[in-house]
């Protein structure tokens, strides 16, 4: 008698997962999603990138995911004619100080076994870029982006041809986990699995604390704003040298597929779970009621950073200064707003973000507790690696 998997989460990692199980013939393949359709949340808000692997630890799950799933999603989006182009990423130094940096970033990428990377000086960049500023770059050819709605899409799609099946506008209101089965239970109806799968994203963490599983994480929602600029031209990805400390990038330029250039993201707190474009009272009384929350901001480094990343969220004068960076001809004119996202960071009890994926294996459960970005770049590969350790456990 086959197993029926139950996965609880429709979205890029959640869909990833169906399709590698669904694929496999193991079982039986159910999907949960609390929205009314697909990408309504980081699926479908984020830029398109598909990342190379550059910035990722050697020897992380993250940084292997990362270069494995950029090949496998470039291959997929070939074969299933999802938008996309190769269009490079480039790491721009500004000025010496942060030389070391691109270098560290060069050996790391090396020994995460990114292809083709390279440093090239002022002159090859000023050919590769003509607007953006810089005394040398990292270069890495295999960037690139995506429609990431219609990525998601095609992944759903495959999965249900292989024999899986969605069920949208349930959201999960209890979970029972006895001996023999699983009792999930949503606003709508009662769902009876083998395996539950949890790709919950931003509600990743409630979901395990109803198994036991998880209890010194907490996820603590993050919001990402973009601005759209008009008169830019860019051939590539444009970032800046990151600050390796911590898991954002910074102010940078990405292309989409559909021609227009966008600046960004922000990272700064978000006031609830789904607060895109408000403020949300509960999710912020139960966020600072975390103690997960009060370590993490109690670290000085970490309010330095919250304050100037905030400083660039809220002040338009501030975010043209940081994009002026590596792009020094915007004018405030050329931006405008543009969607925002909201990353589900996880959050130890020592209040340390949790900079790697992670996945913990139960012999009836499975939880996907952390994969943020570039989880989009990693989610096929990382389903290949959620499913065969799901067989071992």
């Not at 997960?292 to 905030?310: D, P, V």
């Not at 900079?355 to 952390?370: A, G, I, K, P, Q």
């Amino acid at each position: 008698m086959s197993k029926r998997y139950l996965i609880v989460g429709a979205g890029i990692i959640g869909s990833s997962i169906a399709r590698e199980i669904a694929s496999r013939r193991i079982g039986e393949v159910i999907v949960l999603e609390k929205e009314k359709e697909l990408g309504l949340h980081a699926s479908g808000r984020n830029s398109g990138v598909l990342h190379s692997g550059i910035n990722q630890k050697p020897g992380s799950l993250k940084a292997r995911m990362c270069v494995e799933g950029n090949y496998l999603a470039r291959n997929f989006c070939k074969e299933y004619e999802v938008p996309m182009e190769e269009c490079g990423t480039i790491v721009v130094a500004r000025e010496q100080s942060e030389l070391p940096t691109l270098d560290k970033l060069l050996v790391m990428g090396m020994e995460s076994g990114v292809e083709g990377l390279k440093i090239i000086d002022k002159q090859e960049l000023a050919e590769r870029e003509l607007n953006v500023h810089g005394i040398k770059a990292l270069f890495s050819p295999n960037g690139a982006v995506v429609d990431s709605l219609d990525f998601l899409k095609k992944v759903s799609k495959d999965a249900v041809r292989n024999g899986a099946e969605y069920f949208f506008d349930e959201k999960v209101t209890s979970a029972i986990n006895k001996k023999d089965k699983i009792i999930i239970e949503t606003d709508k109806s009662e769902h009876i699995a083998d395996h539950i799968v949890n790709c919950a994203g931003l509600y990743a963490d409630e979901i395990a604390h109803k198994f036991g599983v998880g209890l010194n994480y907490s996820i603590i929602p993050f919001k990402g704003s973009y601005r759209e600029v008009k008169n830019l031209r860019i051939n590539s990805m444009v970032y800046q040298v990151p600050d390796l400390r911590y898991p954002f990038l910074g102010v940078h330029f990405t292309k989409t597929v559909d021609g227009k250039v966008l600046a960004g993201p922000t990272a700064q707190l978000a006031f609830g779970r789904e607060a895109y474009n408000n403020f949300n009272l509960k999710g912020t009384i139960e966020m600072v009621c975390s103690r997960n929350f009060w370590n993490m901001a109690s670290n000085r480094e970490f309010l330095k950073l919250a304050y100037s990343n905030g400083k660039t969220a809220f002040f338009d004068s501030v975010f043209l200064e940081e994009a002026r960076k590596i792009c020094p001809l915007i004018n405030e004119r050329d931006l405008s707003p543009y969607r925002s996202g909201i990353r589900a960071q996880l959050v130890d009890k020592n209040g340390i973000m949790v900079d790697d994926m992670l996945v913990e294996f139960r012999e009836n459960s499975t939880h996907v507790l952390n994969a943020v970005s570039p989880g989009m770049t990693c989610s096929l590969a990382f389903a290949k690696y959620v499913v065969d350790n799901m067989d071992k456990n």
